[in-house]
């Protein structure tokens, strides 16, 4: 079956715009997941093959989880981050997972950027000015997007980008059972031969340091229940990517609607929110809650946040923390409920 027009038509303008470059910049957002991974991956491979033209995949923050870092070293993705960049050297800017006023992305300011593909909720001040804005609700993924461009202009999708398109439709659909729609499942099905089964494994498996089991002790530890709401503060992190980690962890326990996990990392403050219950929107109640103290963002199920902390002082952060706190649960209606350690 034939790619949809709307796809071609898409496709091609992002294509044409690349040529138009002379050196482009693919730039996730800030501490990039597996799904702003692979999606960068995809728009390298139409740069470099339909467009002809070098690209760089830029982003900022860390990659600090095990999985995450596996991806990129096992699958070959080659990666600079946003200190290293010489932002100057590139004249087109492709955003990807993420919107010019989502605030969660290192772009410098002014930076032209030419297109920006995502899939979550659509921030209307960035569409005006963009060539090519676009942003669907009716994906699960960013991957599932690139996924549809690769096809539409019928590019081979080996092992390693097939690989990488299908671990960051797995990862931030959680294997199509959190808001994943059809087109995802489509892409999922279409993926799935391509894929390098052995480098998945490595991938998904990867080997852990000591540390990484002293941050679920502690975490499981300080973990507190009000309600059918568990939080926990994590302190001082490695990697603002083990906040989401988690959140994500926690909101296993049983009866349990609502997780979040809160860490400071540098001059920051991060939050992760989770819910058990798909009706929920995470991403507009985190952005309740943070008001103009941070940035916020999400949907669905899922959403995260940062607040800038006055001081790097570690009780700025523990301040910052039981604030959030408390306004979260006044947010929920739980503030007069008792709370309970999640173990005695």
């Not at 089964?197 to 991938?203: E, F, G, N, S």
């Not at 540390?211 to 926990?232: C, M, N, P, Q, W």
């Not at 669905?300 to 902390?309: E, T, V």
Request: neutral net charge.
């Amino acid at each position: 079956m034939p790619p949809p027009a709307d796809d071609q038509e898409k496709a091609r303008r992002l294509v044409e715009l690349l040529k138009n470059a002379r050196r482009i910049a693919v730039v996730t957002h800030d501490n990039p997941d597996p799904d702003a991974l692979g999606a960068a991956f995809g728009i390298r491979a139409i740069a470099e093959r339909q467009a002809g033209k070098p690209a760089a995949i830029v982003y900022g923050g860390l990659i600090g989880r095990s999985e995450n870092r596996a991806m990129v070293s096992r699958l070959g993705i080659e990666i600079t981050p946003a200190a290293e960049a010489r932002w100057a050297d590139f004249d087109a800017f492709v955003l990807v997972d993420t919107q010019p006023d989502v605030r969660n992305h290192s772009l410098p300011p002014g930076a032209p950027v030419v297109a920006v593909l995502d899939h979550h909720p659509v921030f209307r001040r960035s569409q005006a000015s963009i060539p090519l804005f676009d942003v669907r609700k009716d994906c699960g993924a960013t991957t599932t997007i690139v996924l549809a461009y690769l096809r539409a202009l019928e590019i081979g999708i080996e092992g390693k980008l097939a690989t990488a398109l299908f671990y960051g439709l797995a990862t931030d659909t959680r294997n199509l059972n959190r808001m994943a729609h059809p087109i995802d499942a489509e892409a999922f099905l279409h993926l799935f031969p391509l894929i390098d089964l052995d480098a998945l494994q490595d991938i998904t498996r990867p080997r852990v340091p000591r540390a990484y089991f002293s941050l679920y002790k502690g975490a499981i530890e300080r973990a507190v229940l009000r309600g059918d709401a568990i939080h926990t503060w994590l302190g001082t992190v490695s990697s603002p990517d083990t906040v989401s980690e988690i959140a994500e962890f926690l909101i296993r326990l049983e009866d349990c609607t609502w997780s979040v996990a809160g860490g400071a990392h540098g001059s920051h403050l991060f939050l992760s929110l989770r819910s058990g219950d798909p009706a929920q929107d995470t991403g507009r109640l985190l952005k309740e809650v943070i008001g103009k103290d941070g940035s916020a963002g999400g949907h669905g199920a899922m959403a995260g946040a940062r607040i800038a902390l006055p001081s790097g002082n570690p009780a700025d952060a523990d301040e910052a923390w039981r604030r959030f706190c408390k306004r979260f649960f006044r947010a929920l209606g739980r503030s007069s409920e008792s709370e309970t350690p999640l173990i005695g």
